[in-house]
């Protein structure tokens, strides 16, 4: 698979029913036509993933909502009147324009306009569309650089855009506004304070709002076993899995790993600031795999602003892998 900066390149391969890789600000996605079931077929049999999954649709920043989705409620229009670009989906009743197999047959879309220039630079001379879920294969870390979409896709892409390294580092923030009142099903890159200051208090998803299939336990995880505790608890969790004799080590921001230069870890820094945690977290998950470290003990940030997310990939990457059937 080749890779660089060319748009027409990229534009060509999606006109031919190709799957291209490209970078948004959160992560890369792994995109086609998503007006053609048969393009977006090859995003499930290349990822792995059950076809039951519903993909986020790409738009450019000058897209028309209508086309894409029906019946969009005033709130949704005000929320992404600030929020886009930026790493937000929303939830709405599905377009014509989309393919059912986009959203796993459902009658409702995921849409994101992402800010990323290459991303829009894409949208805007391909003209549709652009379906697409992370890069990487089914269960595993998303990918926030081209290479991490290399070593996992290799010759599976037809292209890959590459936008250097993705600035957000976690996946967009999802809100379901498809059924009345506003459900955040995903936490993520645009932090739940920002979005209730505009839509007011978000709904979490429950029984009755079912949560995003990908927000299944044990998504987003790396080889190694990841514990994910709070700061004061990584020295306890530590000795604990030093008992079993293997290769540990401990992901934390830089100034919190200043106290812990005796355990019998590898530290391994993350920036003090929960942005900086973000954006480098998935990239840190796979050098530790490279590594072939056994065990990742990570401390959690608080749960505000992009702590949500963080904290939640975390669980998600500490998550019992053995039952989930599907392995997400
Ligand atoms: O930041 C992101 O969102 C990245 C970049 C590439 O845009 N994309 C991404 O896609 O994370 P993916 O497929 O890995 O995760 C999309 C999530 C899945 O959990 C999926 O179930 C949910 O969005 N989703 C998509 N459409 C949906 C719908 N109509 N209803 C409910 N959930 C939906
Ligand atoms: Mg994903």
Known sequence: MERGTDIARAVAALRRGGLVAFPTETVYGLGADASREDAVAKIFAVKGRPRAHPL?????PEAVLDDWAIDVPDVARKLVAVAWPGPLTVILKRGPRVSPATTGGADTVGLRVPAHPLAQALLRAFGGGIAAP?????GGVSPTTAEHVAADLGDDVDYILDGGACEVGV??????LSRGRAVLLRPGGMPRE?????????ANADAAAPAAPGTLASHYAPRAQVIAVDPADVPAAVATAARGGVTIAVLAPRAALAGWGTLPARLY???DDVAGMARELYAALRDLDAEGVDVVIAALPPAVGLGEAVGDRLRRAAGPRERDPEHE
């Open 269 to 271: 820094a993350l920036p």
């Open 56 to 60: 986020i649709v790409h738009l450019a």
């Open 171 to 176: 996946e967009s923030t999802i809100v379901d």
């Open 194 to 202: 920002a979005i209730e200051a505009i839509v007011g208090p978000l």
């Open 134 to 138: 992370s890069a990487n294969r089914f």
